[in-house]
């Protein structure tokens, strides 16, 4: 009888773990399911069982809207400082330097001109990893200029919001922006152009209370969180029960309150067409 070949050495077949290296799977936040990271990075990070809309980053953003990902950047060299010397615990430049490395930004938003489909447009994206997309002094000053320049330009503006509110630790300096902000949307109107805001998720606070729900056409993500004071703040301060989905896209849509909830997907036809239609048909 022929012998059998030999086995593979026991070693071959070792009980050692091996390190696939960090990010290459993530669990969704919508269905649980376990993803791996270059399908949710071909899905532009969105859940093919679920539907559900991961977070995606500019550099995300620019890819999936603009022409060729390409952003002539305004403004960044409007830098932040430290006017109240902020401290609780851990220095605001501390803060600030911790965000400028975690999010790949210099802050909380970037602008500047781009182009959807041929046609150029005043852009603006808020970037949620850099202190939770909050509004401080430059936050607010990029917004204004962004506003400012597409007045002089007689350009169209598309501002993709997420953000966690105004940022306390510039107190009042911060608050202002509000007001500051929608007064260069105001005095944008005068040109005649199209304002096309889109709300992520979520989009709250300071942000969602000013320039976030003025566009001539307000666009969210499906399934996001809309609104000033977040649900459960609201819960213990009423001290009541809210209405299933209350802020959520969904509900805003069937109470009047936002225009369109559009898939991550459709996102860059959508604006198109509305840039389109908004604008004469000229680019």
């Known amino acids: 009888m022929s012998s059998l070949p030999d086995k593979t050495p026991a070693q071959s077949f070792s009980n050692e773990k091996r390190s696939l290296g960090k990010g290459v799977f993530k669990k969704c936040g919508g269905c649980g399911s376990v993803l791996t990271a270059e399908a949710l990075s071909d899905s532009w990070h969105v859940c093919s069982g679920c539907g559900y809309h991961h977070p995606m980053t500019p550099a995300d953003w620019r890819r999936l809207l603009l022409d060729g990902a390409s952003l002539e950047r305004w403004e960044d060299h409007v830098a932040p400082g430290d006017p109240l010397r902020f401290d609780d615990g851990k220095s605001y430049r501390d803060r600030l330097e911790r965000a400028k490395k975690q999010s790949g930004q210099t802050e909380a938003i970037e602008v500047g001109r781009g182009q959807i489909d041929g046609r150029r447009v005043a852009y603006g994206c808020y970037v949620f990893s850099f202190m939770g997309g909050s509004m401080g002094s430059v936050v607010g000053e990029r917004v204004t200029r962004l506003f400012e320049r597409a007045t002089l330009e007689r350009l169209p503006v598309v501002l ?124």
């Open 160 to 283: 993709l919001h997420a953000s966690g509110g105004a940022r306390m630790q510039e107190g009042i300096l911060s608050l202002m922006q509000m007001a500051k902000s929608v007064a260069a949307l105001s005095r944008f109107r005068s040109v005649k152009k199209p304002y096309i805001s889109v709300c992520l998720h979520p989009t709250t606070g300071g942000v969602a209370a000013s320039t976030a729900l003025l566009g001539d056409v307000n666009i969210v993500e499906p399934n996001a969180l809309i609104g000033f004071a977040g649900p459960r703040v609201i819960e213990s301060t009423l001290r009541t029960t809210l209405p299933e989905g209350f802020q959520r896209s969904e509900f805003l849509q069937s109470h009047g309150m936002i225009d369109r909830i559009v898939p991550r997907a459709e996102m860059k036809s959508t604006l198109s067409t509305l840039l389109g239609h908004l604008s004469g048909g000229r680019a």
